[in-house]
């Protein structure tokens, strides 16, 4: 589901998605590739181990019906992720949430991990 995953599973053993904890950065670009044009939104998030804490850059492509509700710099969220490829939705393979106080939800075609770095 998530392409690069094992950048976090590497320094996280036991990851999953409760390990986030809320979202260091968010960021939204747009290109002009050879295709066509390509929407990126790219969001980093705090990741809890027992003892250490890192930063994750999750990059979803193609993003869209972006919501997204912001209280300040710190920002706790429950993520959850669901393919919803056999709905047949045109550029919504993923359904990105945080299920407890629905702050961010949109879909997306396809979610990497381009990047994670340790908190000293």
């Not at 890192?54 to 972006?66: K, M, T």
């Not at 209280?71 to 669901?82: C, D, K, V």
Request: hydrophobic share 35%.
């Amino acid at each position: 589901m998530i392409k690069n995953s094992s950048l976090i599973t590497e320094k996280v053993k036991d990851f999953s998605l409760q390990n986030i904890e809320n979202i260091h950065g968010f960021f939204m670009n747009f290109q002009n590739r050879y295709s066509g044009d390509n929407c990126l939104l790219d969001v980093e998030f705090i990741i809890k181990d027992k003892e250490k804490q890192w930063i994750s850059c999750f990059r979803f492509y193609n993003p869209n019906r972006i919501h997204f509700e912001s209280g300040g710099i710190y920002h706790q969220l429950s993520l959850q992720i669901y393919d919803i490829s056999d709905r047949g939705w045109e550029n919504k393979k993923y359904e990105v949430i945080d299920y407890e106080d629905d702050t961010l939800h949109f879909y997306c075609t396809d979610i990497e991990v381009i990047s994670v770095r340790e908190i000293l």
